[in-house]
C-alpha cells in the first residue's frame, strides 16, 4: 500500500496552496505518474505541524509498524511535521527501520542518496525556521497592539468585551461580579468557595478555582495590557481600582506563602512560627473516650512541627484568637495604630539585594537576547529560558514595589478605624464573615511564640 499523507491546520486552512483538496488532488496525479493504483489517504484535518499526536499520523505509524506500507508520500516534507527532530525520527526511526520509501511531491531528492538526504535534512531546517518565523512576526504584531492599547487576545477577559476598533468595552453586569469576585479573595473567601458562588451567577464562562485565581492576577481589569512580561496603558475602562487588585495581590501572595493553611477559621492563612518561621495552621484532631463518646479538638500549631523540623508547642485555637482580639483592643484609640512600625520600613534592609538580584536578571536577559540578534543562538532554543527569566524579573520587582510602597496606601486610613471600633464596641454582634473580613483589614501577619504569646503585624 502507499500511503498518502495529508494535513493542514487551522490557520493554513484559508491558503489555496496549501489546502486538504489541492494536497490530495497532486498527491493523487503523483501516484497515478508513478503507476500506482493501491494507495490510501490519510487526513489530519486541522491538526498543528509541531505536534506528533495526530489522529491520521498516528493511524499511519500504525500501519507502517504493521509492515502494510510501502512508501509514504506527502504534497511537501513540512506536512509531515514542523520540528525537525520529529521529521528525522519519523525518517530515520520509523520508515527506514521498516523500510518503507518515504517521497515528496513537489521536492526533488533522493533519500537512497547521501546528498538527497542532506537535501532533506536542509529542508527540514528551513520548515522550522518558516515555523519560527512565523510566530515571531505573529507575537510581534500583537504586541504592537498591545503598545497601541487594543487587545491583542483570541478571548476577552470576563467582564469585557471588544468593539469594531479593538477596545475593550465593560459588560456592566459581569464587571459589578468582577468587583465581588475581589472583594471576597480580599475578605477571605476560598477560591473554591468564590467559584461556586459565580458559576452560579454566569453561563458565559466555565468557572472553576483556577479560572478565579487568573481573574485575581490580570491586570487587565486596572486598565493595563501585559503581554510577554510587557505592561503597557490600554484604551479600556478599568473595573478595579490599584488599590484594590494590591491588596489582592497582597492576600494572594499571604495563602502561597502558607499554603496549606486555609479553613473556616479565624486567623487562616495569618499566623507564622516565631521560632523557625513555618506557617501556623489549624488541625482538627479526635479522641475517642472509655464512654465511645468521641471528642473534636481544634488546634493551632507550626506546619515543620508536624513534619519533626520545629520543637514548638501547639495551642488550642479559641486562645490564640482571643489573644489576638484583646491585643487589639488594647489600643485605646485608632490613632495609635499609626504610631506603630510600618511593614514596609522592615522590609527596606531586603532592598539592597533585591536590587543585585534584579540586575542579575536583567544582564541575563540581555546577553541571551544579545546572542539572539547575532545569531549566535536560534530564538527556539532560548525562548522557555527567557519566559523563565521574565517571570523571576517580574517576581522581584513586586518584591521592590512592595517594600518601597508608603505606608498610606496599604490600606484606607477611614476603613481601618472603621474595622477598629468594630473590634472594640461591635465583634460579639458581627457574623464570622464579618470578623474574618476585619481581621484582616487589621492584620498582616501574626507570629505565635512557644509561651502562647503573640505578636501583630499591623496592615497600615
Given at each position: ?131 519560527d518565523t512565523i510566530i515571531e512576526r505573529t507575537k510581534f504584531g500583537l504586541q504592537q497592539r498591545a503598545r497601541r492599547g487594543l487587545w491583542h487576545g ?29 472583594a471576597k479573595f480580599i475578605a477571605g473567601e476560598s477560591r473554591r468557595s468564590i467559584a461556586k458562588w459565580l458559576a452560579k451567577r454566569t453561563t458565559s ?256
Amino acid at each position: 500500500m502507499i500511503a498518502l499523507y495529508e494535513r493542514v491546520s487551522t490557520e493554513e486552512q484559508s491558503t489555496h496552496g496549501f489546502s486538504l483538496d489541492a494536497q490530495i488532488e497532486r498527491l493523487e496525479a503523483y501516484c497515478k505518474s508513478q503507476g500506482w493504483s493501491d494507495f490510501e489517504h490519510f487526513t489530519d484535518d486541522g491538526y498543528s505541524g509541531t505536534s506528533m499526536d495526530r489522529p491520521a499520523l498516528q493511524r499511519l505509524l500504525g500501519c507502517v509498524e504493521r509492515g502494510q506500507v510501502e512508501a509514504v508520500v506527502v504534497y511537501k516534507l513540512d506536512r509531515l511535521g514542523r520540528k525537525q527532530k520529529d521529521v528525522l525520527f519519523l525518517l530515520e526511526d520509523v520508515f527506514d527501520r521498516h523500510e518503507v520509501a518515504f517521497k515528496s511531491a513537489t521536492e526533488p531528492f533522493d533519500t537512497s542518496t547521501p546528498l538527497g538526504r542532506a537535501m532533506l535534512g536542509i529542508l527540514a531546517v528551513f520548515g522550522q525556521l518558516e515555523r519560527d518565523t512565523i510566530i515571531e512576526r505573529t507575537k510581534f504584531g500583537l504586541q504592537q497592539r498591545a503598545r497601541r492599547g487594543l487587545w491583542h487576545g483570541a478571548s476577552y477577559p470576563f467582564g469585557y468585551q471588544m468593539n469594531e476598533r479593538g477596545i475593550l468595552e465593560v459588560i456592566p453586569d459581569e464587571a459589578a461580579l468582577v468587583r465581588e469576585v475581589f472583594a471576597k479573595f480580599i475578605a477571605g473567601e476560598s477560591r473554591r468557595s468564590i467559584a461556586k458562588w459565580l458559576a452560579k451567577r454566569t453561563t458565559s464562562r466555565y468557572v472553576d478555582p483556577t479560572f478565579i485565581l487568573k481573574m485575581i492576577q490580570r491586570r487587565t481589569y486596572v486598565g493595563s495590557l501585559v503581554m510577554k512580561g510587557c505592561e503597557f496603558a490600554g484604551k479600556h475602562e478599568p473595573i478595579i481600582d490599584e488599590e484594590t487588585f494590591r491588596a489582592a495581590q497582597r492576600e494572594l501572595n499571604s495563602r502561597l506563602a502558607r499554603k496549606g493553611a486555609r479553613g473556616p477559621y479565624l486567623l487562616s492563612g495569618l499566623m507564622t512560627c516565631a521560632v523557625c518561621g513555618g506557617p501556623v495552621h489549624y488541625i482538627t484532631t479526635r479522641q475517642k473516650k472509655a464512654t465511645g463518646k468521641v471528642y473534636t479538638y481544634v488546634r493551632v500549631v507550626c506546619r515543620n512541627k508536624r513534619r519533626g523540623d520545629c520543637k514548638t508547642r501547639s495551642f488550642v485555637h479559641h486562645q490564640i484568637e482571643e489573644l489576638v482580639i484583646e491585643r487589639i483592643r488594647s489600643l485605646e484609640l485608632a490613632e495609635d495604630l499609626w504610631t506603630l512600625p510600618v511593614d514596609s520600613k522592615q522590609n527596606a534592609s531586603h532592598l539592597p539585594k533585591l536590587q543585585r538580584e534584579l540586575d542579575q536578571l536583567e544582564a541575563q536577559r540581555d546577553r541571551l537576547v544579545d546572542a539572539i540578534q547575532t545569531g549566535a543562538l536560534p530564538v527556539g532554543l532560548v525562548k522557555d529560558r527567557l519566559e523563565k527569566l521574565e517571570q523571576s524579573r517580574r517576581a522581584v520587582l513586586v518584591q521592590i514595589e512592595d517594600g518601597t510602597a508608603p505606608a498610606s496606601t496599604k490600606r484606607d486610613d477611614t476603613q481601618v478605624e472603621g474595622a477598629f471600633d468594630s473590634v472594640q464596641f461591635l465583634w460579639d454582634d458581627l457574623t464570622f464573615a464579618e470578623q474574618r473580613q476585619i481581621i484582616r483589614l487589621l492584620i498582616r501577619n501574626i507570629r505565635v511564640f512557644p509561651d502562647k504569646q503573640v505578636a501583630l503585624e499591623w496592615n497600615v
